[in-house]
Nanobody, 114 residues
Framework: EVQLVESGGGLVQAGGSLRLSCAASGFTFDDYTIGWFRQAPGKEREGVSCISSGEGSTYYADSVKGRFTISGDFANNTVYLQMNSLKPEDTAVYYC???????WGQGTQVTVSS
């Protein structure tokens, strides 16, 4: 069974940090670009960051650039999102996805209080 499982969300004050994890089972991250997305209440899902399993190249949305860092432990099928200097507008459910596939996790809630 293919699964992506996100973890690491929680409640944090503005300025704080969280580290999200995305772990895969039933398939490998090889040849995939793994992305983090988020969806806030009443808003569309948006891309936050992604990393390619091959070259390790990364992308960040302007809204998180300089604050978030994506990394991958591809030998263990895990991708991380280190989130620093969190803002209330970062509050959302965060999902990971093997881009181009139908593989999505169930999401992890991140809530940033002001």
């Amino acid at each position: 069974e293919v699964q992506l499982v996100e973890s690491g969300g929680g409640l944090v004050q503005a300025g704080g940090s969280l580290r999200l994890s995305c772990a895969a089972s039933g398939f490998t991250f090889d040849d995939y670009t793994i992305g983090w997305f988020r969806q806030a209440p009443g808003k569309e899902r948006e891309g936050v960051s992604c990393i390619s399993s091959g070259e390790g190249s990364t992308y960040y949305a302007d809204s998180v650039k300089g604050r978030f860092t994506i990394s991958g432990d591809f030998a263990n099928n895990t991708v991380y999102l280190q989130m620093n200097s969190l803002k209330p507008e970062d509050t959302a459910v965060y999902y990971c996805n093997a881009i181009g596939s139908s593989y999505w996790g169930q999401g992890t809630q991140v809530t940033v209080s002001s």
